[in-house]
Structures are given as C-alpha cells and as structure tokens.
C-alpha cells in the first residue's frame, strides 16, 4: 500500500515478530557531547543497523531515542516472520563488534546493541491525523518486547527472545542455535512468568 492510499483506520490483526533493538552505554557516550554530536550518534547507530534489518525483511515502526522498534511480517511475505527476524541476528551481531571495535581504536566510549525479539498476534494498521499517517504494531508482542530488551540485562544477554519466538523461527526454518534458556523468567512490567531463549 502506497503513501497516498493510506487511510487512519485501516488495520488487521497479523501474526509478526517484534524486535527492539536499544544502544547500551548511549547515556554516558552522550553525556559529554554537545546537541548537534548526540544527533550525529544516532544518526551512524541507525545508519549501521536499519539497512540490515530491512534487508532481513524488517520495517521500523519507531525510533525511540536510542531504541528501534522493528516488526517482521507487515509486508506480503508471509509465514516467515520470525526466522526473517532471526535470519538478521548474525549480522546485527557482526555490525555492533565492528562499531565497538572502530570506537574502541578512536578511543571514543565503548558502545554496544542489545536486541529482544518476541512473536505474537499484533494489530498491524495506520494511525495518524490529516497528512501525519503511520503505520504502527500495537499489541501485547510489541509491549513485551521492550521489557525484554531491559531484562536482556538481567540474563546478561546482547540477544534475548521469548522461546516462542524462537520456537516459531524453528518452525519457519530457522537455524539458530541459543545459549541457553531462562524458563519462568520474572520480567519487569510483565503480567506473568515468560519462558526465555538467550541467544546471544
């Protein structure tokens, strides 16, 4: 669906894959630097990262000052979602060594990326008023899925997802291996316990 034929209102309920990615050590790199250097950050952090996901089949949904919300399965590729978002893994993976290894030699502040997938049934539709239409991901998938990301320090994780999530990338094809599982895992915010993969 183009631009011009959005509408406020349209809307389905979508079986997709949320990812949130969030740039750990941000606070204290941005600390130092003045307005227009804090921008530029983002900028490269987004810059390095966003090709990749929508490379891998990912859109983004919002930018969050430092965090990136990401659903996969939004688009006409269907019944893909979550190995799509897991497919992306390595090379999101390979993106943040190479960053803190350049920041590293510079001798700038050490930066790092967590990620946090889940999967679950999200209203997929648009939102807006007038000439300000978006689309969005709204559901319980998508509010786990930032909790996640901040539990991802908990596990000591840079790559966390719900083994749901994961079980469905298996099921889609998949082959991602894990470290292990944090079954029952008490995360903050959440209704109930939520059985964990830590990938990364």
Do not use: C
């Amino acid at each position: 669906m183009s631009s011009l034929e959005l509408k406020a209102g349209d809307g389905e309920l979508k079986p997709m894959a949320i990812m949130f990615l969030d740039l750990r050590g941000f606070s204290v790199a941005a600390a130092s630097l003045p307005p227009a250097q804090v921008i530029a950050l983002l900028q490269e952090y987004q810059g390095r990262f966003v090709p990749i996901i929508e490379e891998a089949g990912g859109s983004v949904d919002k930018y969050m000052g430092d965090g990136i919300l990401v659903s996969f399965g939004g688009g006409e590729r269907v019944g893909a979602e979550a190995a799509e978002a897991f497919a992306a893994i390595p090379a999101l993976i390979a993106a943040g060594d190479a960053w803190a290894a350049e920041r590293s030699r510079a001798g700038l502040p050490p930066l790092g990326v967590a990620i946090a997938i889940t999967h679950g049934e999200v209203v997929h539709g648009v939102i807006g008023h007038d000439d300000r239409l978006e689309f969005t991901v709204i559901g319980d998938a998508v509010n786990l899925a930032a909790k996640l990301e901040k539990h991802a320090k908990v596990e000591h994780a840079r790559v966390i997802a719900t083994k749901a999530a994961h079980q469905r990338a298996t099921e889609q094809g998949a082959k991602t291996a894990i470290l292990r599982e944090s079954l029952g895992a008490h995360v903050d915010g959440a209704s109930e316990p939520v059985d964990l993969v830590i990938v990364a």
